[in-house]
Every structure is written in C-alpha cells, then in structure tokens.
C-alpha cells in the first residue's frame, strides 16, 4: 500500500475480556489484578512502522492515540501523540526490508513459530 500523499492513523484494538464492557470489565479487575483492563487497553505489541526506504520506528512505551502524516514527501512524515508530553522513539535501519524488520522485532520481540499442524488442511472455527 502506498501512504505518500496520506494520513494515516495508527489504532489498534482487539476483543479481549471486557475492555470496558460492564460487568465484565469490573469481574476481571477485582478477581485479578487488571485483567479486564478497558476500552482504552490493548495487547497490541508494538506501536512502529517501516517505510519504504527501509527505515523502521518504534514508539516507545506510548500508547496514546497517535497520528502520522505521511503526505509531505517520500523522506518526512509528521507525528501527533495525544495527551503526552514526550516521545521517545527508537529508530532502526537496515541494508534490506528484512534487515529492518529484524531490527524491530529484535526490539519488540518476535512471535514464536506457528505449530506444524497449523500448515496443513483446514482450520474450522465453530
């Protein structure tokens, strides 16, 4: 997909158990220690994006609300990170694609392997 030209905002959010949904949420927060979380909370694991130019960026420990504008040229995009007072970002390049995403998930961690049965025939979901 090409962004040039583009805003995009980067939100992330997935089910979870509760996330704001009542009476679940406050279940989950009294029984353990903020499982239920809230609408707010989400196990996204990693707010970063890699360009075509083989640069990577990781903002670190935020998760606000963020936007990035990508419509100024091929080289600069912009950033806005609601309700914050600093940045910090980690910036990772490399020789190939590859390369750079190695660097990220090298920061970020790296998802284990899928199971072998997964690779064959059919998964059904009931």
Request: hydrophobic fraction near 35%; aromatic fraction near 8%.
């Amino acid at each position: 997909m090409n962004f040039k030209g583009k805003k995009v905002y980067m939100i992330t959010s997935e089910g979870g158990v509760g996330r704001g949904l009542q009476p679940i949420t406050d279940m989950g927060n009294t029984e353990r220690k903020n499982m239920g979380g809230n609408t707010m909370t989400t196990y996204a694991p990693s707010y970063s994006f890699v360009t075509s130019l083989r640069r990577g960026f990781i903002f670190n420990n935020h998760t606000e609300i963020g936007h990035i504008d990508f419509s100024q040229s091929s080289r600069r995009f912009s950033t806005l990170m609601w309700q914050t007072t600093e940045m910090r970002v980690t910036v990772v390049s490399g020789a190939t694609m590859k390369n750079t995403v190695s660097g990220i998930t090298e920061q970020v961690g790296r998802m284990r392997a899928l199971p072998k049965w997964t690779q064959e025939g059919a998964i059904v979901g009931l």
